[in-house]
């Protein structure tokens, strides 16, 4: 499996305070991904301080390297 954490940095409050907004929006899953199931298909939609959406994550299945 893999998780696969996207944010936007030209977007939202994250554009005008990048350091600042992925910090709080990497504390904030960091404490509340453990709410989730650790199964491909879990996921959410990341919004900034101003709750604008940003991003999203998500976990996926790990695909098979081909022969």
């Known amino acids: ?10 977007a939202g409050a994250v554009a005008d305070a990048p350091l ?3 910090g709080r929006i990497l504390r904030y899953w960091a404490g509340n991904v453990k709410h989730y199931p650790l199964e491909p298909g879990s996921g959410e939609t990341i919004s900034d301080s101003t709750y604008a959406p940003v991003g999203s994550w998500t976990i996926t299945a790990t695909e098979s390297p081909a022969p």
């Open 20 to 22: 600042d907004e992925l």
């Open 1 to 10: 499996m893999k998780f696969v954490l996207e944010v936007d940095l030209s």
